[in-house]
Nanobody
Framework: VQLQASGGGLVQAGGSLKLACVAS????????VGWFRQAPGKEREFVGG????????YLVDSVKGRFTISRDNAKNTAYLQMTSLKPDDTAVYYC????????????????WGQGTQVTVSS
């Protein structure tokens, strides 16, 4: 499975972006998807995840209420809708696919996208 993350960009604080993670080369609905981010000078961190059916999602506290995770298996795409963005959200955002349940453990994921840069200006 190949993953392609897109949708990043430069946005002012309070703005919104919607990231997409498009999968190819496999059966997307067989996988949970995790979203991670890595800010400059920091370790990569888990942002949230969604199971194959979309019925179970999770977001970390720092983004809960501002971000939403969803997926459209017919389009082989997972989404991370980000609203009320803050400068602290500035990072490279990655999506990853796991045949099991999503997790905050990076090594669990079999496939990774290349990352998309999100920059939030104050």
């Amino acid at each position: 499975v190949q993953l392609q993350a897109s949708g990043g960009g430069l946005v002012q604080a309070g703005g919104s972006l919607k990231l997409a993670c498009v999968a190819s080369g496999g059966t997307f609905s067989d996988y949970s998807v995790g979203w991670f981010r890595q800010a400059p000078g920091k370790e990569r961190e888990f942002v949230g995840g969604i199971v194959w059916s979309g019925i179970d999602t999770y977001l970390v506290d720092s983004v809960k209420g501002r971000f939403t995770i969803s997926r459209d298996n017919a389009k082989n795409t997972a989404y991370l809708q980000m609203t009320s963005l803050k400068p602290d959200d500035t990072a490279v955002y990655y999506c990853a696919a796991d045949p099991g349940h999503y997790s905050d453990y990076e090594d669990q994921y079999d496939y990774w996208g290349q990352g998309t840069q999100v920059t939030v200006s104050s």
